[in-house]
T-cell receptor
Framework: QQQVKQSPQSLIVQKGGISIINCAYE??????FPWYQQFPGKGPALLIA?????SEKKEGRFTISFNKSAKQFSLHIMDSQPGDSATYFC??????????????FGTGTLLAVQP | GAVVSQHPSRVICKSGTSVKIECRSL??????MFWYRQFPKQSLMLMAT?????????EQGVEKDKFLINHASLTLSTLTVTSAHPEDSSFYIC???????????FGPGTRLLVL
């Protein structure tokens, strides 16, 4: 119940296309869903995050779509660029009231954007 | 934005020696810090959670006597890998969250190679 399932494992997209990465969870207590971007040899960087009270959040070319009833959320990268080539991780956590909010990570998606 | 640093970025050591990795929050006070390890092409695995001034909480299967964590101040946590062996070679990443506890900001990681 603590797992976050992520797909696809890898993704190849043409420059200018839309990259879509999906995640699903079981634990309905999760209430914070961030996406992280990681380049080789670097630490993950927070891209965008959403809470279950909204169905969509957009920041620039990155959009999170959230389906609470299906317990699924996805990351859409519009107008994908070669510089977006990285590994993307979805994650989920439960609010313990400001205490230790452990992140449960998905397995990651390796995105390659071809020029 | 919140910045987390790690030192060193890379370390090579002989089997049996101990290695200390520092994690610092540069522009905020980190109530909680997390330590992860990541193997090539895999997701992040949480090792332990530490709160300033208290003992770290280790995840199941992580040897607390081997991976010593100290969180002596609101801006510094250290991970010491004691009596390192080749199987401890990995990418170690720390993260820190502020008093709100929701968002984790990751450091750039430390590559450990034990010969």
């Amino acid at each position: 119940q603590q797992q976050v399932k992520q797909s696809p494992q890898s993704l190849i997209v043409q420059k200018g296309g839309i990259s879509i990465i999906n995640c699903a969870y079981e634990n309905t207590a999760f209430d914070y869903f961030p996406w992280y971007q990681q380049f080789p040899g670097k630490g993950p960087a927070l891209l965008i995050a959403i809470r279950p009270d909204v169905s969509e959040k957009k920041e620039g070319r990155f959009t999170i779509s959230f389906n609470k009833s299906a317990k699924q959320f996805s990351l859409h990268i519009m107008d994908s660029q070669p510089g977006d080539s990285a590994t993307y991780f979805c994650a989920a956590s439960r609010d313990y009231g400001g205490a230790t909010n452990k992140l449960i990570f998905g397995t990651g998606t390796l995105l390659a954007v071809q020029p | 934005g919140a910045v987390v640093s790690q030192h060193p970025s890379r370390v090579i050591c002989k089997s049996g020696t101990s290695v200390k990795i520092e994690c610092r929050s540069l522009d905020f006070q980190a109530t909680t810090m997390f330590w992860y390890r990541q193997f090539p092409k895999q997701s992040l695995m949480l090792m332990a959670t530490s709160n300033e001034g208290s003992k770290a909480t280790y995840e199941q299967g992580v040897e607390k006597d081997k991976f010593l964590i100290n969180h002596a101040s609101l801006t510094l946590s250290t991970l010491t890998v004691t009596s390192a062996h080749p199987e401890d070679s990995s990418f170690y990443i720390c993260s820190a969250s502020d008093s709100w506890g929701e968002t984790q900001y990751f450091g750039p990681g430390t590559r450990l190679l034990v010969l």
